[in-house]
């Protein structure tokens, strides 16, 4: 039998073997080549070709493995792309066990300093003992992976499973092109290396649009998934590889398993972070959060850090995860049953928690956009308690199948408001029916209609809608609008219900009487609030435009149009090219603001709200002559010779331009003072103009 890196034997005569052993050689170039791109784009993020390049030398090198199958390599990265489908996973034991790890449940500083004193105490420190270091990680919420290398070549990807053996995944975990399937010759002979494969958000919420899309189109036993772990999971059990390469996996590496002793001529890393410095080298992804701490306060700081990028992360953690730097010191801690004393995981409230959806109700906006929203059983997730939320429109509500009676999966992440993730259909009790959105508004009973084209049914009862009337009178109240201090929902509600508001006006003809008899409401809260009442009559012409509620009509816009024009009569009398000058104003604003004020009961409104006595100052129209920089996009850099930074922004930005913070090729200038650095070489770079502070305000003053 002739080995494997011997030529192929048979009959061939010189030229073929010369040809073929040229053929290798390629081969191999192009296994090493394809391996370094792909380390590049994906660990690194830092492509060195473009991806049609990378393709053509796949192409190639698959070309040339399929002319000689023998030498078909179980490293090369044509085989990233899977095989033929398992019946079933071969068990795996694990030489070294898959540990886990104890969980310090108390969310708080106070689980930092709990586990460094029991890392002191085993230690055998005294309290004025230095602080010991530790290496502090997120903790991945994917699944636990150990890789094999034999020889620096991939060789086996075994599950955790009970810790002690684990499935045979290998041809799956081949294909996440961030594992390397060939290790750098300084790597040891032996290397068990573990991590997380997990799921960004971006790409789970991307498989399942797709995954919908699929079903929509009648695609047989097709689903969609609960959350990132969930679909990693899936991936990676799946009998068929070629369905495993489709799902955009990843790995984190955190860890080792069996390695070639130091004895044999193996690595002694000294420390955990060492460790993971050495397998990055390698070529294995390692978390950029990953982080030295020393002593309790350094944790419980990470601890706070990390929670609060937790939602910019990209891909779930469920905590952060401590452990002892230098490798000497585990081995002395070592473990009691599977869980070693030199760990801890620190964890944060979940942000994903299961209840049941209780009602479907259907809420009234105040331009009467109907929103279904699901009461649920209140639910503790992601700090806070939850009882509603939003399904956005029928069409939400049908794609995600909610029903009342449900149980759902509630997801709130940061500041994002709560929404319902999925529905756990095996816990659907039998009758439930899907939501339909109602023929008519729920509260005046006016028909329900929707546009073509939109997504939304609106309530078309207008204010005659009691609902529209209540969100109308708040957001004329708001803080960015009027503002009338201490006028909730709960008083406007009150105030709608029992007639004494109907319309805005109404709100300025209140006396101390209706007040005062309202619920909860003494003499000297109602006097208060009618000392707010007062205040808000004074105002600005930009608030009170952004009061009326006009549809597409928010702070910025109206805040340009009273700019513009100056006095709410110019702007009620302009025509719809008119409003088309101001920046911010496109064809649907204008046409908004005309429908607004052609209607007669609006102009009514505006006449009753000036006799009651609002009013602001007006002045001349602007017009578009004193913003000669409308458009244009700045960057400012380095020391001016008279200005301080914030100046500048305010000059530009009173010009109407907008100032950013990086050069692109969108800027149109850099400003640049003294000192400046990087920001000029790239406007130079890509040809963006550059002026100093006297250019800048030649241009301003010039007009051009
Ligand atoms: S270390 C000796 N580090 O958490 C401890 N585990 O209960 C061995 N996990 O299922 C694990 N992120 O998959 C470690 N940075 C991290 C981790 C991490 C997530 C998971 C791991 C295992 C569980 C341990």
Redesign the pocket.
Known sequence: MIGDDALAPGVAGDADLQALAQQRVRAQWLRQELQRHAHQYYVLDDPLVPDAEYDRLFQELQALEALDPQRALADSPTQRVGGKALAQFASVRHVVP??????ETDTTAAGALAFDLRVRRELGLAADDPAVEYVA?????????SLRYQDRVLVQAAT?GDGESGEDVTRNIRTIEQIPLRLPCDAPALLEV???VYMRRDDFDALNRGQSAKIAAGAKGEKTFVNPRNAAAGAVRQLDPAIAAQRPLRF?A??LGEVTAPEAGGPDFGTHYGMLQRLAGWGFPV?DW?ALATGADALAAYHARIGATRATLGYD?????Y?LNRLDLQQRLG?VTR??R??V?HKYPAQEQVTTVQAIDVQVGRTGKLTPVAKLAPVFVGGVTVTNATLHNEAEARRKDVRVGDSVVVRRAGDVIPEVVAVLPERRVAGAQPFAMPACCPVCGASAVREEGEADHRCSGGLFCSAQRKQAILHFAQRRAVEVDGLGDKLVEQLVDSGAVRTLPDLYRLGLAELAGLDRMADKSAGKLLDAIEKSKSTTLARFLFGLGIRHVGDATAKELARHFGSLDAIIQASEQQLEEVSEVGPVVARSLRTFFDQPHNREVLAQLRACGLHWSENAPAGAASRPLAGKTFVITGTLPTMGREQARELIEAAGAKVVGSVSKKTDYLLAGADAGGKLDKARALAVAVIDEDALKELIDGGT
């Open positions: 898959m540990l886990s790890i104890r969980t990680e997120p903790k991945f919420d994917g699944l636990a992976m955790r573990r991590g997380e984190f955190y860890g978390c990953v953690i469920d905590g952060v995860v452990k473990f869980e070693p030199w760990a995981a």
